[in-house]
């Protein structure tokens, strides 16, 4: 009798085509298993070498009335695993016969003899080890930080019943202090310091022993040594999953052009989704309109790009004279010790100028936990306020300020509207081409805070103006400088805005958590697990027969 852990390559099908998948019937068996798993834990240790060093204590329980497990198949991430490597015991006692598997397209039998077998009514506990080499992934909401991810073992739900008590620890790399990893989806149930090593510890304890758990974590790549692997551009990765598809589907005349349809509109929409940071849960309507938020705050409720709305709050710091820009292109700041005293500044704010570096440049982990918290301030403040009537009301507030604007005659009215409605002006996506032809043609006092964009201030007037002598500059001077100094901001502040989006919309508006099945369909039909992550090192494994 032989009893199989299937594993499937990593993937990057979507979850839309793991239920199509599954939904294909299974080849059915002669042999009598039946077993229960009462406990596992897997540690798995992420080497600098970019390995992952996997060790599983699997509690095999098999019931009255079946056939004794001789025959254990584990499956590998990857081809990159080293079968030398590979080492077994049954209750402590070394086992020996160790092979590549027949029976699954990545990983190895292990093969049991004698008294070693599990009989019915017996419970033993398997122990194996091994290494699987390049397993590290560019994180790729963060291009400082690297990443890996791991679903453990699951079992084909014909043959395995009752529940598991699963434990999964991840040790990271030494080197890394305990605030600098990030978690993926599922937040660890503890974090602690081993040995120099952040571990992650994940326990469920009614897992269902035929359903898949992922479980991923993101960690400063600068303690890697060895490859960091990269995901393939979105069309790549597009056409990889569509020829995949058509690999397994053909043969069962599934109707393919509609599902290619389907896995198209359906990545489209995940990807969209990741930018929706702001919580669903909000669009729940409450009565009336929240005033009083300031711009920044507003952009959040209007859920603009954060990237857009960083660069509102980087524009607010210039006027308040708390930061001067060095270069628009890298992205350099200089912290004031001048201006608004820090006492009157918002915690938005606060948080920027702390995350400016002393070299000049921001740090993104730090502008993501300001995001972060941001988002979640602003959805406390809107709890019982109607979104639609607010986001309608700041955008009246908008509008407003463009038609003072146009009315404006006089250069000190003009200034006067700038200073106050600038903000919300640049809440409108047409900013860049209603500015220039509103300002184009008059003459207004350059503000004192000018210079601190990174633009070159107008020699002073000549003319008649305030008490005080200010520069003065053309209007199409000032649009210019404006809009183009804004669009600099949030084209460099954040880079890759996608992914900085998306691990912000990770912790403020998850995705609901969902699992598949966990049955594998015989011969080399496959199982439906797919990795599909932010930088992926996914080993799963699932079926039995």
Not at 80 to 109: F, H, M, P
Not at 190 to 217: L, N
Not at 373 to 395: C, Q
Not at 446 to 453: F, Y
Request: proline share 7%; charged share 20%.
């Amino acid at each position: 009798m032989r009893f199989i852990n299937r594993y499937t390559r990593q993937g990057t099908l979507i979850p839309l085509l793991l239920i199509v998948l599954s939904s294909l019937p299974s080849i059915s068996t002669a042999q009598n298993y039946g077993f229960e798993v009462p406990r596992e834990v897997v540690d798995v240790y992420v080497e600098p070498d970019s390995s992952m060093r996997i060790i599983y204590h699997i509690g095999f329980t098999t019931l009255l009335g079946y056939d004794p497990i001789d025959v254990v198949d584990i499956g590998f991430p990857t081809n990159d695993y080293d079968i030398n490597t590979v080492k077994a015991w049954i209750d402590g006692r070394r086992l020996t016969d160790i092979r590549v598997s027949e029976y699954i397209d990545i990983g190895v039998e292990v093969h049991l003899y004698g008294d070693e077998q599990i009989y019915p009514g017996e419970t033993s506990i398997l122990k194996v080890e091994g290494i699987n080499y390049n397993m590290v992934w560019q994180d790729t909401a963060d291009e400082d930080y690297a990443s890996v991810e791991f679903i453990p073992t699951w079992f084909d739900d014909d043959f395995a019943f009752g529940t598991t008590d699963l434990t999964v620890r991840f040790y990271l790399p030494p080197g890394i202090e305990p605030d600098e990893p990030r978690w993926h989806e599922v937040e660890p149930t503890e974090k602690a310091m081993v040995d120099d090593r952040v571990v992650y510890t994940w326990h469920i304890p009614d897992a269902c022993p035929y359903e898949q758990y992922r479980f991923g974590a993101s960690f400063p790549k600068r303690v890697i040594t060895g490859p960091i692997k990269t995901q393939p551009p979105f069309i790549i990765s597009l056409i990889s999953a569509i020829s995949s598809f058509l690999i397994t589907a053909l043969p069962c005349l599934i109707p393919v052009g509609i599902l290619i349809f389907i896995i198209v509109i359906s990545i489209t929409a995940s990807r969209r989704r990741k930018m929706k940071y702001f919580p669903a849960k909000a669009s729940i309507e409450g009565v009336g309109i929240k005033r009083g938020l300031t711009a920044p705050e507003a952009s959040i409720v209007l859920e603009y790009p954060l990237n857009k709305v960083l660069a509102l709050i980087l524009f607010g710091l210039i006027k308040k004279k708390k930061v001067k820009v060095k270069s628009q292109d890298p992205l350099l700041l200089k912290k004031l010790s001048g201006g608004v005293p820090e006492r009157k500044l918002r915690k938005y704010e606060k948080d920027f100028l702390n995350a400016i570096k002393k070299n000049g440049e921001l740090s993104k982990k730090k502008l993501e936990t300001l995001c972060v918290d941001l988002v979640k301030a602003v959805n406390k403040k809107m709890k019982g306020f109607s979104l639609i009537e607010t986001r309608e009301y700041y955008l009246s507030i908008m509008n407003k300020a463009w038609k003072l604007l146009r009315a404006a005659k006089a250069p000190e009215e003009i200034n006067s509207i700038l200073e106050d409605y600038t903000d919300w002006m640049l809440l409108d996506d047409d900013f860049d081409d209603k500015m220039p032809v509103i300002i184009t043609g008059r003459t207004i006092y350059a503000p004192d805070w000018w210079g601190n964009t990174g633009t070159s201030v107008p020699a002073p007037s000549t003319g008649k103006g305030p008490s005080v002598s200010l520069p003065t500059l053309p209007g199409s001077s000032f649009a210019h400088g404006i809009t183009s100094s804004m669009s600099n901001f949030a084209n460099n502040i954040v880079g890759n805005v996608y992914g900085f989006t998306s691990a912000v919309t990770s912790v403020t508006n998850p995705p609901p958590v969902s699992t598949s099945s966990g049955g594998s369909y015989g011969g080399s039909s496959g199982c439906a697990c797919a990795c599909a992550c932010a930088g992926c090192a996914c080993a799963c494994a699932g079926g039995g027969r």
